[in-house]
């Protein structure tokens, strides 16, 4: 399909349409934060913001998710009785998303719902009833590195459409099917239009200008990565706080929890972080990650070694820089990635 060319001041009309079917959420300024919200008319959308605090993946991975329900029913003698939770009950649309943000959901993909192993229905169902509509970038920050872990500012895995802000009008491109019916009946662009919208994408690449370089660790044993001395020194201002996990798209660890109350109760997913000792604590008191340098390794180790051996390549990280912005002892992920490297 062509790319087409749509006026911001015609952008109502395709979110009237989109809302037929879907219910839209966009990145939108709460005080100094940029935050995911159910979108309003187009003249409240976001278009001068570098990313939204923390990432969308809250919508296919709730920081707490209730798996299912139980009760104990004592008195017809049936014991325990588990009950499903309900499917997503409606579609939704996500308007504006970072095309880092968008790769990460592939990354999650392929650990969510790996080739062996029955797919992970929750993360599954919200996938399926989702429209990614994505916001290339064209003004990254200095944290920014996405060209460097096989994405870039107009990256369009994981997307159903990219738009591409061209001032007062946006480029869209289809990138899904499903994506070709709901902008089919937009006006196509231009030569002179999409040249514009290429030459931002040159522009916004040429202005990451840091970035990681993982071509050893892929050729490095494990051993040698894991006994390196490099981690005694990386490890020591960490506090283990876990925000870098918890703001990163591509973290994904997770706890169980039954919460019980009288005879019923339910069972609970939380986010968990690799960073928090409890998180690999044993019933019998032992804990194979039981030092900080065992634990800030894991993170690393886990995101540039393990997954891309497990999963066909991929690095568990897009680049999105947050890690970097929000650890409050600034660590740079660039750099331990660098020193893992070298
Ligand atoms: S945000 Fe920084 S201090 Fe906190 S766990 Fe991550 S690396 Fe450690
Ligand atoms: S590790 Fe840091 S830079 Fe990489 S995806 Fe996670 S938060 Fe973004």
Same mark, same amino acid.
């Given at each position: 399909?062509s790319d087409k060319i749509l006026?911001?001041?015609?952008?109502?009309?395709?979110?009237?349409?989109?809302?037929?079917?879907?219910?839209?959420?966009?990145?939108?300024?709460?005080?100094?934060?940029?935050?995911?919200?159910?979108?309003?008319?187009?003249?409240?959308?976001?278009?001068?913001?570098?990313?939204?605090?923390?990432?969308?993946?809250?919508?296919?991975?709730?920081?707490?998710?209730?798996?299912?329900?139980?009760?104990?029913?004592?008195?017809?003698?049936?014991?325990?009785?588990?009950?499903?939770?309900? +499917?997503?009950?409606?579609?939704?649309?996500?308007?504006?998303?970072?095309?880092?943000?968008?790769?990460?959901?592939?990354?999650?993909?392929?650990?969510?719902?790996?080739? +062996?192993?029955?797919?992970?229905?929750?993360?599954?169902?919200?996938?399926?009833?989702?429209?990614?509509?994505?916001?290339?970038?064209?003004?990254?920050?200095? @944290?920014?590195?996405?060209?460097?872990?096989?994405?870039?500012?107009?990256?369009?895995?994981?997307?159903?459409?990219?738009?591409v802000?061209l001032g007062d009008e946006l480029l869209l491109k289809?990138? @899904?099917?499903?994506?070709?019916?709901?902008?089919?009946?937009?006006s196509d662009a231009s030569e002179d239009q999409i040249k514009q919208a290429e030459n931002q994408?040159?522009?916004?690449?040429?202005?990451?200008?840091?970035?990681?370089?993982?071509?050893?660790?892929?050729?490095?044993?494990?051993?040698?990565?894991?006994?390196?001395?490099?981690?005694?020194?990386?490890?020591?201002?960490?506090?283990?706080?876990?925000?870098? @996990?918890?703001?990163?798209?591509?973290?994904?660890?997770?706890?169980?929890?039954?919460?019980?109350?009288?005879?019923?109760?339910?069972?609970?997913?939380?986010?968990?972080?690799?960073?928090?000792?409890?998180? @690999?604590?044993?019933?019998?008191?032992?804990?194979?990650?039981?030092?900080?340098?065992?634990?800030?390794?894991?993170?690393?180790?886990?995101?540039?070694?393990?997954?891309?051996?497990?999963?066909?390549?991929?690095?568990?990280?897009?680049?999105?820089?947050?890690?970097?912005?929000?650890?409050?002892?600034?660590?740079?992920?660039?750099?331990?990635?660098?020193?893992?490297?070298?």
């Amino acid at each position: 399909m062509s790319d087409k060319i749509l006026k911001k001041d015609n952008l109502d009309q395709l979110l009237d349409k989109l809302r037929q079917d879907y219910q839209i959420y966009a990145p939108a300024r709460q005080g100094a934060s940029v935050v995911w919200e159910q979108a309003g008319n187009a003249e409240d959308l976001l278009w001068d913001f570098s990313n939204t605090d923390m990432s969308p993946k809250q919508f296919f991975f709730p920081q707490t998710e209730r798996l299912m329900h139980f009760t104990n029913s004592y008195e017809d003698n049936q014991g325990m009785v588990m009950q499903e939770v309900p +499917e997503m009950q409606h579609k939704q649309a996500l308007l504006n998303i970072r095309p880092c943000d968008a790769k990460a959901f592939t990354i999650l993909d392929k650990v969510f719902c790996q080739d +062996e192993y029955p797919c992970d229905t929750y993360w599954e169902d919200k996938r399926e009833k989702t429209l990614l509509i994505g916001l290339a970038c064209k003004d990254p920050c200095p @944290t920014c590195f996405c060209t460097s872990v096989n994405s870039g500012p107009h990256n369009q895995e994981g997307l159903d459409v990219l738009m591409v802000d061209l001032g007062d009008e946006l480029l869209l491109k289809a990138i @899904t099917p499903k994506a070709e019916d709901i902008i089919a009946d937009i006006s196509d662009a231009s030569e002179d239009q999409i040249k514009q919208a290429e030459n931002q994408k040159q522009e916004a690449e040429q202005a990451i200008s840091t970035g990681v370089n993982t071509n050893n660790i892929q050729s490095k044993t494990v051993l040698d990565l894991y006994e390196s001395p490099i981690w005694d020194r990386i490890q020591e201002p960490c506090i283990n706080c876990g925000t870098c @996990t918890f703001y990163c798209p591509t973290c994904h660890c997770f706890d169980i929890q039954d919460e019980t109350q009288s005879d019923y109760g339910h069972r609970i997913r939380n986010w968990d972080t690799c960073m928090s000792w409890l998180f @690999t604590q044993h019933t019998s008191g032992h804990n194979p990650r039981g030092s900080k340098r065992d634990r800030v390794r894991q993170r690393f180790m886990h995101k540039f070694k393990y997954m891309p051996f497990k999963l066909d390549g991929a690095i568990g990280c897009v680049g999105c820089g947050r890690c970097t912005q929000k650890c409050p002892v600034n660590i740079d992920v660039r750099e331990v990635v660098n020193k893992m490297n070298e």
